[in-house]
């Protein structure tokens, strides 16, 4: 395999360090995790599960906060490292495409991508029961929201960073009013953001990894790759003493997203550390952002810890995809893509 075969752009200033001496992980953690902890802003008691992107030579978060309330909210945050987060304590205010106020009465789980000269922000709002909502901004000041792409219920919607084939597509697993039921990762096209369809499968869940067996859903933003689409997702068990949400990843076809090329059958990060295993939601680790610098092949991965914490891990784009191809395992379901 080629190296830096990530199809991107350079990311200078990107998070890194060097994989420990004696470690033969695919991925591994910042060494001073949790990068955001408890009570970040004032009125804010938890930000987890959030997404970060390049931004005018700095970054831009785009974070979910639980506020003293216990009402989940969208916040918006700066940062020069990508590690030290200056995060504004009064959450987005959304309008809608007239200008005028259009808030969300709840939203999290965040995902943005940037596509053409623009940002878009997914996230998991109320319509009539968990949805996705979906919004654009230029400038990091101004969030119009757009039409709500899908019917409820649904949760963990991603947008691919391109268009494919003319079109936008965006990840999202269908669910109910419950957090367990339908665990499948879907895939759904439209021309304009507005109208979606050609809905299709993606992934099913379970496969001989039981880390997984409950759910699963898309995580980060894909990452354009000469091999596929590297998606970085969670996976879901439940034990006696509740979930464990853990981290793997799969290649999608370049040209057909709904076709999986590789799946990993280990999960590439699970709950070990005091971050992870203790919080408000313990023994959670979830990916909602990742950043790849395509000269060095480097990526950072943002996720949430425990639904309280945010931290970091590492790879690089050989490590993982090596990772993934020697344990790729066929999982029933998986191509069939649901297709007429």
């Not at 969670?234 to 003493?241: F, I, K, L, N, R």
């Amino acid at each position: 395999m080629s190296k830096n075969h990530i199809i991107g752009n350079a990311i200078p200033n990107l998070p890194w360090e060097d994989r420990p001496k004696g470690s033969s992980a695919p991925v591994w953690r910042h060494s001073n995790n949790p990068v955001i902890g408890r009570n970040p802003a004032p009125g804010v008691a938890r930000i987890f599960n959030s997404a970060v992107a390049p931004w005018e030579g700095r970054y831009v978060g785009i974070f979910r906060g639980d506020a003293v309330n216990g009402r989940p909210c969208l916040y918006l945050g700066f940062s020069g490292d990508g590690l030290i987060w200056d995060i504004d304590p009064d959450r987005i205010r959304f309008q809608d495409e007239k200008g005028r106020p259009y808030q969300p009465s709840y939203a999290y789980d965040p995902r943005l991508v940037k596509i053409g000269e623009s940002y878009y922000i997914v996230w998991c709002t109320d319509f009539k029961g968990a949805s996705l909502g979906l919004a654009r901004t230029d400038d990091f000041k101004t969030f119009t929201r757009l039409e709500n792409p899908l019917l409820p219920f649904n949760r963990n919607g991603v947008l691919f960073p391109r268009k494919i084939g003319g079109k936008y597509y965006m990840l999202s697993r269908p669910s109910d009013g419950g957090h367990t039921p339908f665990g499948d990762v879907f895939v759904s096209e439209s021309p304009d953001l507005t109208y979606w369809g050609r809905h299709r499968h993606v992934m099913s869940k379970g496969g001989d990894g039981w880390w997984q067996n409950l759910k699963i859903g898309a995580g980060a933003v894909p990452i354009e790759t000469r091999e596929g689409w590297l998606l970085f997702y969670h996976g879901a068990t439940q034990t006696c003493s509740g979930y464990v949400y853990s981290m793997g990843a799969a290649i999608l076809d370049s040209d057909e997203p709904s076709r999986v090329k590789y799946r990993c059958g280990d999960f590439l990060l699970t709950p070990e550390t005091w971050y992870e295993e203790r919080g408000f939601v313990p023994n959670v680790v979830f990916p909602c952002a990742a950043l790849a610098d395509a000269p060095t092949g480097r990526i950072a991965i943002y996720y949430g810890c425990a639904d309280t914490y945010v931290g970091v891990a590492y790879t690089d784009i050989e490590t993982v995809t090596a990772y993934i191809k020697t344990r790729s395992e066929t999982i029933d379901g998986d191509q069939d893509t649901g297709r007429i």
